[in-house]
Structure formats: C-alpha cells, structure tokens
C-alpha cells in the first residue's frame, strides 16, 4: 500500500505539479513532507498526517518550515551493512524527533561533468 501510495505521489510530482508552479507555503512541500512521512510512519499516521499538513496549507497559517515529527522504536534503523544516511532524526521532547532529509552529494566525477 505504501509503495503504491509513493508512486502515486511522484507522478504528481512529475507530471502534475508543472500546474500549480510554486504555489507551496510550506519547505519541504506537501508531496515531499507526505514522501518522508511513508518512510519513517506507519501508513495509516503517514496518511493522516499530510491531510492535516494539505488542511493547513491556506492563508490562514504562516507557512514556513514543518519538518515532519515522528516518533522512534529502539533500534528501529539498525543495518550491518555500508552505512547510507538518508534521513537525520533531530531528538525533541518526550521521545519525539525531527526528521531532516540528508544531502545527496554527487560524486566527484559527476561533478566535474556538469561544469
């Protein structure tokens, strides 16, 4: 169901977004904040967390930066292989964390490529 829901998601991203250009209140955008929400929540919280997050997207709320909020199982991301960093987990209050996407660096052939 998730990656069902993910591909929905990155369709939009790709073909449906090119509509409504700019127009999000809110880093990371919607599509993108409900991308993190999949990956670090169960679906069913996933889901409801980004339909709150597309509620608040209106003129009513400041907009701004809304990192998504989860909460963590004890060794939830442990792997023994070459270690990926894909997402930081940011410790707030009681047991809660932050989630901040982390930065994809090209590799230095790439860069020196793209120049």
Sequence with gaps: MKTIFK???RFYQRYL???AFGSCRYYPTCSQYALWQLDNN???KAIYFT???ILKCNQLFAGGFD???IRLRANQNIN???IKIKYW???LKNGKYLVVKNREWKEKNEQHESK
Aim: hydrophobic share 50%; net charge positive.
């Design 7 to 9: 591909y929905l998601i």
């Design 17 to 19: 977004t090119i509509l």
């Design 42 to 44: 169960t679906f069913f």
């Design 51 to 53: 339909i709150t997050r």
């Design 67 to 69: 990192y998504p909020i």
């Design 80 to 82: 023994f292989s070459k």
């Design 89 to 91: 987990y940011i410790p």
